[in-house]
């Protein structure tokens, strides 16, 4: 090569484009790796709502409130979690379903997606016992303070197909395609076969009459808990199911205290269960 390396025009631009391509790939890549025991691909992390001042509900995000309508969770009636050591009583997550009620069905009784979206916080130790906490955090596998909860965000529902309908309830099932937000990785599960129930008038649950329309949604999933750590031993293989009532009232609301009404100029809210876009 004559001249000098800066002097080549072709050595410039092949250097040049070298670090442009080093420079894509590292602004690609997520800022905690997954662990070398993953089965499953890693997804970006999900932008999360910000918590209500009470700490009991999620503020939707402006572009699922145009969705449908908006479901906060009001009641769990069950939650167990089996696979790991878990405290005797599980605190419920907080989130919210986006929802809708579909105008109509095929001849194949398919129809169009009902749960069109939904996010939902649940932190470590409202879960896990102390000891395994401690645990974790003293071999370095759970970052909590930088991650101190579990995120579940419902990315899509397929092969919804409808139950059963009155005039004040309509059913259905689906498979929910969801991201699992657990120490700074996240990776997708599948749910095959999640019901949901849509109610239009207040409903009493366990002997108390909540506020507004709702939504009871029961779930099962599995989780690998390789996806997310780093452990010596074997890491455990988690199973959650769930069974919870979501209100378009906030459980902040449910009792004698008053939802505020929106300011004056502010977006209007989504009307319960709609096909607004």
Not at 145 to 174: M, N, W
Request: aromatic letters at 6%; glycine letters at 8%; proline letters at 8%.
């Amino acid at each position: 090569m004559r001249g000098r390396p800066w002097e080549n025009s072709g050595w410039v631009v092949a250097a040049v484009a070298a670090v442009l391509s080093l420079a894509a790939v590292a602004a690609g890549q997520p800022e905690d790796a997954a662990p070398s025991s993953s089965g499953l691909a890693r997804r970006p992390n999900p932008v999360f709502p910000e918590k209500a001042e009470s700490g009991t509900w999620l503020k939707p995000l402006p572009t699922h409130r145009k969705m449908g309508g908006v479901y906060h969770t009001a009641r769990v009636g069950r939650f167990d979690v089996s696979g790991m050591s878990v405290r005797p009583r599980i605190e419920s997550p907080i989130g919210y379903a986006v929802a809708r009620v579909p105008m109509s069905s095929g001849a194949d009784g398919t129809i169009g997606a009902v749960l069109l979206a939904g996010q939902w916080l649940l932190p470590w130790n409202k879960v896990v016992d102390d000891a395994t906490l401690k645990a974790w955090a003293d071999a370095g596998v759970l970052k909590l303070e930088q991650h101190p909860d579990i995120g579940f965000t419902v990315r899509a529902a397929v092969d919804t197909r409808e139950l059963s309908k009155s005039e004040s309830s309509s059913s259905y099932s689906c498979g929910v395609i969801a991201d699992v937000t657990i120490n700074g990785v996240t990776t997708e599960v599948f749910v095959p076969r999640v019901v949901l129930t849509l109610t239009r008038a207040d409903a009493k649950q366990e002997g108390e009459t909540l506020k507004g329309d709702l939504l009871e949604l029961r779930a099962r999933w599995k989780v690998r808990l390789s996806d997310f750590f780093e452990m010596r031993a074997a890491a455990p293989v988690v199973d959650a199911n769930i069974e919870m009532t979501c209100s378009t009232v906030p459980p902040e609301f449910q009792g004698d205290k008053e939802e505020p009404k929106p300011a004056e100029g502010s977006e209007p809210g989504v009307a319960p269960g709609s096909d607004a876009k």
